[in-house]
């Protein structure tokens, strides 16, 4: 059984997703960030980053509880173990990790930093504002670009589509149009 530690942000879904589509069996501890449950001494103890998602595989690799951290990550770890949602030829898996990266690295962090200086950042931040908007646009085009001529990010459906889903499902609604 793996035990989630998270909410409902879209690095979380990552992990929901991927966890449903593998079939894997889950429960799901709830971290609330909004109190700063993430920086509680036990949840430390799991990722010393006080971040979600987080999991603890009861059967990780040996049989031995495992714990994993950061949305990558978890996806890599559960792709592995079970087989699934990553190629196993040596070419076409990179082009996955590569399109996983991509997300990890500027989908993940510009849409982030965005969102924050959209709908928190006190006013006076406009060059950020306008720096995250545009990065936040160039990626999605960037991927638009690829999808115009793929199916999926990396010739088949798997990690890199599982995680950059949840960032860009709700563009609208990032980009500060009402709901």
């Known amino acids: 059984m793996i035990k989630l530690y998270g909410m409902g942000s879209p690095n979380v879904v990552k992990v929901y997703v991927a966890s449903e589509e593998l079939g894997l069996p889950y429960e799901v501890a709830p971290v609330d960030v909004f109190t700063g449950q993430q920086f509680d001494a036990d949840f430390l103890k799991l990722n010393p980053n006080a971040k979600v998602p987080v999991i603890v595989d009861s059967d990780g690799p040996g049989g031995k509880p495992y714990t994993c951290f950061e949305s990558g990550a978890i996806l890599l770890y559960l792709a592995e173990k079970t087989g ?17 990266m991509t997300q990890m690295s500027t989908v993940g962090p510009m849409f982030g ?6 709908r928190f950042a006190p006013g006076g931040n406009d060059y950020s504002k306008s720096r995250y908007i545009t990065q936040a646009t160039k990626v999605s085009q960037v991927i638009d670009d690829r999808l115009a001529g793929n199916a ?12 950059t889903y949840p960032w860009l499902r709700n563009i609208p609604a990032l980009m500060g149009a009402e709901a």
């Open 84 to 100: 699934k949602l990553l190629p196993k030829d040596v070419a076409a898996k990179y082009d996955a990790i590569q399109w996983l």
């Open 113 to 118: 930093q965005m969102v924050h200086y959209i």
């Open 152 to 163: 999926y990010l990396a010739g088949e459906y798997g990690v890199a589509d599982i995680a």
